[in-house]
């Protein structure tokens, strides 16, 4: 069973920020956080992954809290092609346990 | 750079028919290799993984079986399918395991029906 909740759905504004929530309240010392979304039809696309400290690349940021038990992907400006399912998963293994995501909105 | 190949991208097979879907990897040396399976509507579900040569771990009992005959390749197979063998069938990679930070690297897919 997959070990992260998502909200099911999002909306989000175009050109506003998107801030997708993720629980991982049983999360281990030695798993990652790591964000995918995938756009129907396609395979899901890594996005960002981080462990304790917070991340940042050209694609979003990633927000962990201090005692890890949940995390926050922003996108800091919204469009229309960052319409998706977001998976959020953990990882400490060679497994990774994909849950339902949640599926992102974005309006013009 | 690194690439995922699968094929075929789409495939239609009668119940009970074989299958065998493959993946390949180039531009990188054992890799980890997995196989996901994603029903209509619904999310991923892990299927196999592997770690070497030869080396099959399985997460879901199932008519299916997966084979690592090369460092970079990996096939999913079955000897008669069933209806409930139809979804999208997706090949990732990675360099280490989840305790690494090493992310997971999906190929395109391939979308299985089963009539």
């Known amino acids: 069973d997959a070990k992260t909740t998502q909200p099911p759905s999002m909306d989000c504004a175009e050109g506003r920020a998107a801030n997708l929530p993720c629980n991982h309240s049983t999360i281990s010392g030695n798993e990652y956080v790591y964000w995918y979304r995938q756009i129907h039809s396609q395979g899901p696309q890594y996005i960002i992954h981080g462990l304790k400290n917070n991340e940042t690349n050209e694609m979003a940021s990633l927000i962990i809290t201090e005692d890890r038990k949940s995390s926050t992907l922003i996108l800091p400006h919204a469009t229309l092609r960052d319409t998706a399912v977001y998976y959020c998963?953990?990882?400490?293994?060679?497994?990774?346990?994909f849950g339902t995501g949640t599926r992102l909105k974005v309006l013009a | 750079s690194q690439t995922i190949h699968q094929w075929p991208a789409t495939l239609v097979q009668p119940v009970g028919s074989p299958l065998s879907l493959e993946c390949t990897v180039e531009?990188?040396?054992?890799?980890?290799l997995y196989w996901y399976r994603q029903a209509a509507g619904r999310g991923l579900q892990l299927l196999f993984y592997?770690?070497?040569?030869?080396?099959i771990s399985s997460e879901v009992p199932q008519n299916l079986s997966a084979s690592r005959p090369q460092d970079r390749q990996f096939i999913l197979s079955s000897k008669k399918l069933l209806l409930s063998d139809s979804g999208f069938y997706l090949c990732?990679?990675?360099?280490?395991?989840?305790?690494?930070?090493?992310?997971?690297?999906f190929g395109n897919g391939t979308r299985l029906t089963v009539t």
């Open positions: 998963i953990t990882s400490g293994t060679y497994k990774y346990i």
């Open positions: 531009g990188t040396s054992n890799p980890n």
């Open positions: 592997s770690v070497g040569i030869g080396q």
């Open positions: 990732a990679w990675s360099v280490g395991g989840g305790d690494s930070g090493s992310p997971l690297h």
